[in-house]
């Protein structure tokens, strides 16, 4: 059964910092490419950053310099560092694993970001 997990989300104020992580269960871990997306309130699920299985990262254009995403194959587990915080980062965020090979993916249930001005 394949599961993944996020945590670390919270209420921070605006400035803050959040690391959030991503666990993954029943997958293959290092071959599949991690994605962290958000919803916020109102507005459509949008992509935030991505690692591939290799490594390669990728950011929207509105969190390149806040936002770090990072991948431990050995923990099956995937990052975003969130810092410099805003309210707009206010959201549920998601991570979503897809395989290199062939894009079977699977989305985890979210967790809260709540950031406060």
């Known amino acids: 059964q394949v599961q993944l997990v996020e945590s670390g989300g919270g209420l921070v104020q605006a400035g803050g910092s959040l690391r959030l992580s991503c666990v993954a269960s029943g997958i293959i871990f290092r071959i599949n490419h991690i994605r962290w997306y958000r919803q916020a309130p109102g507005k459509q699920r949008e992509l935030v950053a991505a690692?591939?299985?290799?490594?390669?990262?990728t950011y929207v254009d509105s969190v390149k310099g806040r936002f770090a995403i990072s991948r431990d194959n050995a923990k099956n587990t995937v990052y975003l560092q969130m810092n410099s915080l805003k309210s707009e980062d206010t959201a549920v965020y998601y991570c979503?694993?897809?395989?290199?090979?062939?894009?079977?993916?699977?989305w985890g249930k979210g967790t809260l970001v709540t950031v406060s001005s």
């Open positions: 690692i591939t299985n290799t490594g390669t990262t």
């Open positions: 979503k694993s897809v395989l290199a090979a062939t894009g079977t993916a699977y």
